[in-house]
């Protein structure tokens, strides 16, 4: 919010009382003075500081029980909202509230927060109100007077101490047939009941595993094994003959064809880029045999099979000669991923009609002997705004007599299907060529007027441009521009 300065301090602590009364009047009643405050003033900051009120801003009166609460404890922010019609009534007794008003800034939305609570070294603060945490019953806390917290079961009171003592265990007492293997005296160890190749039975316990240099020998279906470690302790997790995990970010059929070829041969087309070893890896070929399902697929490098590429063939060693004619294939290929540009060493980012490039620009009107009768602009019916919020028009007025011709804006979220029967409402802009805010444009002489006025902000279903000249000979040009930033 762009924050509006008040004309003093005590104009920024306004008193709601049980009459239904306007913002500005209030800020007025609490200033001393009329505030004329400007008209484009749309963003307010309320702290309730010791009561409920209610409010109302869409034209209605609120009562001590009817309109949107406010609660006491809580700060406000409305953005985007007519302050001229801001009503408030306190819920019973006057309330105290803290204010301040400003034009919204794009994008800002209305919100609502509690009091801030801060803790300080001898007390805590709640919403401005300070409470002493030194003190129990207006006694000093201290080594002799401490803050005392007696626990219970809901019937008796407990003794803390006592019970942690009675849930103690000497790890010496534990008897009976338990059996300890591999531990440390004084430490309670368990240990597994079933040995490496051994037949299942019981609950796994073996968290640990069998360090080997080479593939360990096959064990009989449903014995329980040793995980599976390197000689570094690092664990295998290698599915050989199945999907090992190979990266690809180039797949067919997606992102090209593949052709038998002959039986270990496939060719490749379509491909943004030669499949060669010389710039690319195949990662993997599956195959799907006339009338069968997907086979396992062939990863290069795994279980002796080598995929190797060439002038967009790619011929596989190690694995016999798996292609037949009529085959369907799936390659997986490893090149430059999609988005990097290698010159730059980045990703490209593409944005799909960026906001920067949501804008319209409007010839309104470009003529010469407009009729001495109200014209709207680009008809009686407006534009809707469709996304864009803002609007500036520039342009000239001719005249070669001494006549009064105007310029006007007006808005509306009306749904009258019928444009004459909606509510249209005439606005203010800033006026950027004399720097002040003004609801028409004027030309009051024989001559030329020349303007640029800036609508920002505008949230409403339609706008329209009004043109009334005080004569039929004149020039008239206005040029309008829409965007969304």
Request: with cysteine; aromatic share 8%; hydrophobic share 35%.
């Amino acid at each position: 919010m762009y924050i509006y300065k008040l004309y003093n301090a005590a104009a920024s602590k306004i008193t709601v009382t049980g009459t239904a009364t306007t913002l500005l009047s209030l800020i007025d009643t609490a200033g001393g003075a009329a505030s004329s405050l400007p008209g484009y003033l749309n963003a307010v900051d309320l702290v309730i500081e010791d009561g409920d009120v209610r409010m109302l801003f869409d034209g209605n009166t609120p009562t001590a029980t009817n309109g949107i609460l406010l609660s006491s404890g809580m700060i406000y922010s409305f953005r985007g909202v007519p302050l001229s019609q801001m009503r408030l009534i306190r819920v019973s007794g006057n309330v105290a509230c803290s204010v301040q008003v400003g034009k919204s800034e794009i994008g800002e939305n209305s919100s609502a927060a509690p009091f801030d609570i801060k803790l300080e070294a001898s007390s805590v603060v709640i919403g401005g109100v300070t409470a002493d945490i030194t003190k129990v019953n207006g006694a000093t806390l201290s080594v002799s007077n401490p803050l005392f917290t007696k626990i219970s079961d809901g019937t008796n009171a407990v003794s803390i101490i006592a019970t942690i003592n009675s849930l103690k265990t000497d790890l010496s007492s534990v008897a009976g047939t338990t059996t300890v293997t591999g531990g440390v005296n004084g430490l309670l160890a368990i240990a597994g009941n079933v040995a490496h190749d051994g037949s299942d039975a019981g609950y796994p316990i073996k968290i640990g595993g069998k360090a080997a240099t080479s593939k360990p020998a096959a064990v009989s279906a449903a014995d329980r094994v040793d995980a599976y470690f390197d000689e570094y302790g690092r664990l295998h997790v290698l599915n050989e003959g199945a999907a090992s995990g190979m990266f690809a970010n180039y797949i067919s059929p997606n992102d090209g064809s593949v052709a038998y070829t002959s039986n270990v041969t496939v060719t490749c087309s379509g491909f943004p880029f030669t499949v060669d070893d010389a710039n690319c890896t195949i990662s993997y070929i599956q195959y799907k045999p006339t009338g069968s399902t997907w086979q396992t697929p062939f990863y290069n490098g795994v279980n002796g099979v080598s995929l190797i590429a060439s002038s967009n063939v790619i011929t596989i060693a190690g694995a016999g000669t798996p292609f037949a004619s009529g085959d369907t294939y799936r390659v997986g290929i490893r090149y430059q991923d999609k988005a990097y540009t290698s010159t730059t060493d980045s990703l490209r980012v593409e944005e799909i009609s960026p906001i920067t490039s949501r804008y319209e620009e409007v010839s309104l009107v470009d003529t010469t002997n407009v009729a001495a009768a109200q014209q709207w602009y680009p008809s009686v019916d407006g534009r809707l705004l469709a996304g864009y919020k803002n609007m500036s028009i520039t342009g000239k007025y001719i005249d070669g007599d001494i006549t009064t011709s105007t310029i006007t804006v007006y808005v509306t979220n009306d749904e009258d299907t019928t444009a004459t029967n909606r509510d249209w409402i005439q606005i203010y802009g800033y006026d950027s060529k004399n720097n002040t805010y003004v609801n028409q444009i004027q030309n009051t002489t024989a001559g030329t007027t020349t303007f640029a006025w800036d609508f920002d902000g505008l949230n409403y279903k339609r706008v329209r441009v009004g043109l009334l000249p005080g004569d039929a000979t004149n020039t008239a040009i206005l040029k309008a521009r829409f965007d969304s930033i």
